[in-house]
């Protein structure tokens, strides 16, 4: 370090010494303070500048505000996330609310868009134009219904049912898939869909003419068998 | 202590009580009702804006402060209006003088000597040193209220060390 560089740093210090009492001490030749005459346009200018600042202080605090409110939201967020995964009792149905598909049900659209009149139905019945080839033992024909354009079909073994119905070719039929497995499947060659979920089980599946829907508390097996000794004559 | 709550009342109210004292600076330096006016009000924006370098609860730096601010602001908007001639563009780019050391002798009342020193030095030299060593502006900042350059705040700096230099070296040499 040179000398310099000594005096200057002693300089600074005594700078350092000087300046708060300079400071201290009004300054020399300032003029005395007079009336200014400054009119209402000039008020009106200094309050436009303070109310301006006025603004900016404003949106600075609400932008601060704004950010502690996301920051305790996200907070309670992740702590109400946290409590609901850690109960078991809550945790299925949040995540089944999450994950559930939105589709409630599904449409099989059906080519052919001819009606299908109440007497076609009753000629599909009348003339025994329905062979049912296999029903799961035990089970008896509790009940039939011709209803406009399908008949209708009800099987019972006192516990357990299913029902046959068979709609002619119609523009779309619904099924109810809502919280339902999904499968689809060829029988006896007509493309069909199974469908199971807690309430029953159905098939449904298409010819160029008809739709046959199987539906009922019955397992898959007998479904699909009963769905492949369905006849329509 | 400085304060920052509510520093727009805080401004507003020494602005007010000082107006006067603001715009008789500015008009001194501007010699005109309309520029002082407009010095006035700038010199009000630019105490917000340096707000958190404002002695608040010291009336006298608090003074000393919005004078130093009042008298840059108008010179800042003379120059810029360029009717300000005595500008010391001239003597801005001469060298600094670097003396021997040896020559300079610091005693008891070397402090008090500074403090007259600074008071009695052109405004154009203490004005930054003041800024920068008591308001804590950088230069930049000062460079801004100054309407000048980095370099020369810089230059200006160093400049009033080198005349309190020169100062206590030529009332070193008195005294012998």
């Given at each position: 370090?040179?000398?310099?560089?000594?005096?200057?740093?002693?300089?600074?210090?005594?700078?350092?010494?000087?300046?708060?009492?300079?400071?201290?001490?009004?300054?020399?030749?300032?003029?005395?303070?007079?009336?200014?005459?400054?009119?209402?346009?000039?008020?009106?200018?200094?309050r436009a500048i303070l109310e301006k600042e006025r603004a900016a202080l404003r949106a600075?605090?609400?932008?601060?505000?704004?950010?502690?409110?996301?920051?305790?939201?996200?907070?309670?967020?992740?702590?109400?996330?946290?409590?609901?995964?850690?109960v078991s009792a809550l945790r299925a149905p949040v995540l089944n609310f999450v994950t559930k598909t939105t589709k409630e049900s599904t449409d099989i659209t059906l080519p052919n868009t001819d009606d299908a009149s109440t007497s076609d139905a009753q000629e599909i019945y009348n003339t025994d134009s329905l062979s049912v080839g296999y029903i799961p033992e035990g089970f008896s024909l509790?009940?039939?219904?011709?209803?406009?354009?399908?008949?209708?079909?009800?099987?019972?073994?006192?516990?357990?049912?299913?029902?046959?119905?068979?709609?002619?070719?119609?523009?779309?039929?619904?099924?109810?898939?809502?919280?339902?497995?999904?499968?689809?499947?060829?029988?006896?060659?007509?493309?069909a869909l199974y469908s199971e979920n807690d309430v029953c089980n159905i098939i449904t599946m298409y010819?160029?003419?008809y739709v046959y829907i199987i539906e009922g508390t019955i397992d898959k097996d007998n479904l699909v068998q009963i769905a492949q000794n369905l006849k329509k004559y | 202590m400085r304060k920052k709550n509510?520093?727009?009342?805080?401004?507003?109210?020494?602005?007010?009580?000082?107006?006067?004292?603001?715009?008789?600076?500015a008009y001194e330096i501007l010699n005109d009702e309309a520029w002082a006016k407009d010095a006035s009000q700038e010199t009000l924006a630019r105490m917000l804006k340096y707000h958190d370098k404002l002695p608040f609860d010291a009336p006298v730096e608090a003074k000393n402060y919005i004078a130093r601010i009042a008298r840059n602001t108008s010179i800042d908007i003379y120059n810029k209006r360029k009717k300000y001639n005595n500008l010391?563009?001239?003597?801005?780019?001469?060298?600094?003088?670097?003396?021997?050391?040896?020559?300079?002798?610091?005693?008891?009342?070397?402090?008090?000597?500074?403090?007259?020193?600074?008071?009695?030095?052109?405004?154009?030299?203490?004005?930054?040193l003041r800024f920068h060593k008591i308001d804590k502006l950088t230069v930049e900042e000062i460079a801004e209220i100054m309407g000048v350059s980095v370099r020369t705040v810089y230059y200006r700096i160093e400049k009033a060390r080198?005349?309190?230099?020169?100062?206590?070296?030529k009332r070193g040499a008195d005294n012998d």
């Open positions: 370090m040179t000398n310099k560089d000594t005096f200057d740093k002693i300089l600074d210090s005594l700078l350092d010494e000087a300046l708060p009492i300079v400071e201290s001490m009004p300054d020399k030749n300032l003029p005395e303070g007079t009336d200014a005459p400054f009119t209402e346009e000039d008020e009106r200018r200094e600075v605090h609400v932008r601060a505000y704004l950010k502690r409110a996301a920051v305790c939201a996200a907070a309670l967020i992740l702590l109400c996330a946290i409590l609901v995964m850690s509790a009940e039939r219904d011709i209803k406009e354009r399908s008949v209708y079909l009800l099987f019972s073994n006192g516990t357990q049912t299913f029902d046959i119905s068979i709609h002619s070719n119609n523009s779309t039929i619904s099924i109810n898939t809502e919280d339902a497995y999904i499968e689809r499947m060829y029988i006896n060659n007509h493309p010819d160029d003419n | 509510d520093y727009v009342s805080n401004v507003e109210r020494l602005y007010r009580s000082h107006r006067a004292l603001i715009y008789k600076i010391a563009a001239q003597s801005e780019n001469l060298p600094i003088a670097d003396n021997p050391v040896e020559e300079l002798y610091i005693t008891k009342e070397t402090v008090n000597e500074i403090v007259e020193i600074i008071r009695n030095m052109d405004t154009k030299y203490s004005d930054p080198e005349l309190i230099k020169d100062e206590l070296r």
